[in-house]
């Protein structure tokens, strides 16, 4: 087993399309990260997965580094994570068949690493919390915003992770009690029905729909060829509609951000993910104080992630490496 004092490792971040791995070493990224096609079977995902970390192990040899410097492998997939075996519990739809895979048990036994396993929005949670800024204050929640809405709560440097191992699902919590939004996971009024990207572009249909005299260029007007680049784009032009619904967007958001603030009273929010560059944080942050209690609002932090994409990755090394140092539980 590699010394405790190792300080880099591997990490992998396993979506539905790619995975994609780098050694990971005091946060940052040794080179670009590799690209692989995930394989359509578990049995060849955990095959390629291997030939990922050995390919990862030779390209840091040749790079210079020993072996035994690196201190494990960190994976992050989609799915329900039991972090304290390494298995997949609950299935993705990304990932058939996934669940049910013992990963850190397969792997461990293939490479020779310590291996931790976490669930994909965690480990970028994970990721976001330990950059130097953030690692030593009590709470950070990290929303992700997307297609849908992910996220992940860190709390004294650890991710909350809860009893089934589902904690920090932030994205489905109610918002509203009539049944008018149903959301991918099967609930109404789920957060991420309104503020995803998902729930932008049926607010923006909703709001179209109840226009009188259409002015909106005619591309606004076909919701088949609405996406959300472009009501930004339009909002950003001053289109005077395209401007209410991104408003209304920011509104739904910030109802999420203020039931979090309300529970948690987090130091901060780290805002990620593929619409966070379209999210006006100033007016995020003006929203939350407007409709929060007086004195939480104001002293919560709302800010850009700095890992972005590779958020992930960085979080799944960085759980592995921190794992190895406190010492690594046997596996059961
Ligand atoms: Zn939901």
Redo the contacts with the bound molecule.
């Keep these: 087993m590699p010394s405790k004092t190792a300080c880099a490792a591997i990490g992998i971040d396993l979506g539905g399309t790619n995975l994609r791995g780098a050694v990971v070493e005091s946060g940052k990224l040794l080179g670009e990260p590799v690209y692989v096609e995930t394989p359509d079977r578990p049995e060849k995902i955990v095959d390629a997965l291997v030939k990922l970390i050995e390919d990862l192990l030779v390209e840091a040899q040749a790079a210079g580094m020993k072996r035994d410097s690196i201190c494990g492998v960190g994976i992050a997939t989609a799915g329900v994570v039991k972090c304290d075996t390494g298995e997949v519990i609950g299935s993705t739809g990304n990932l058939p068949g996934w669940a049910g895979t013992k990963i850190r048990e397969v792997i461990e036994d293939r490479v020779g690493l310590c291996v931790h396993v976490e669930n994909d929005a965690n480990a970028a949670a994970y990721g976001e919390a330990r950059i130097d800024e953030l690692k030593d204050l009590h709470c950070i929640v990290v929303v992700t915003l997307g297609t849908g809405i992910g996220g992940g709560i860190v709390i004294d440097g650890k991710l909350l992770h809860g009893r089934g191992w589902a904690a920090g699902e932030i994205?489905?919590m109610s918002i509203a009690l009539d049944d008018s939004r149903l959301?991918?996971?099967g609930?109404y009024n789920?957060w991420?029905?309104y503020g995803s990207g998902r729930g932008l572009l049926t607010t923006a249909r909703e709001f179209i729909a109840g226009q009188k005299d259409n002015y909106l260029q005619s591309s606004l007007s076909k919701e088949e060829e609405l996406t959300t680049y472009m009501l930004f784009q339009e909002a950003k032009a001053g289109d005077r509609l395209a401007c209410s619904i991104v408003r209304r967007w920011h509104e739904h958001l910030t109802i999420g951000i203020v039931n979090l603030t309300h529970i948690l009273n987090p130091d901060c929010f780290v805002i990620t993910g593929g619409l966070s560059q379209a999210c006006d944080l100033e007016l995020l942050k003006r929203l939350t104080v407007e409709k929060a209690l007086h004195n939480i609002g104001e002293t919560v932090e709302i800010r850009a992630s700095r890992l972005e994409t590779n958020a992930g990755l960085i979080g799944a090394a960085q759980s592995v490496i921190d794992e190895v140092r406190v010492g690594v539980p046997a596996r059961s």
């Design positions: 994205g489905h959301c991918t996971c609930l789920c991420e029905a």
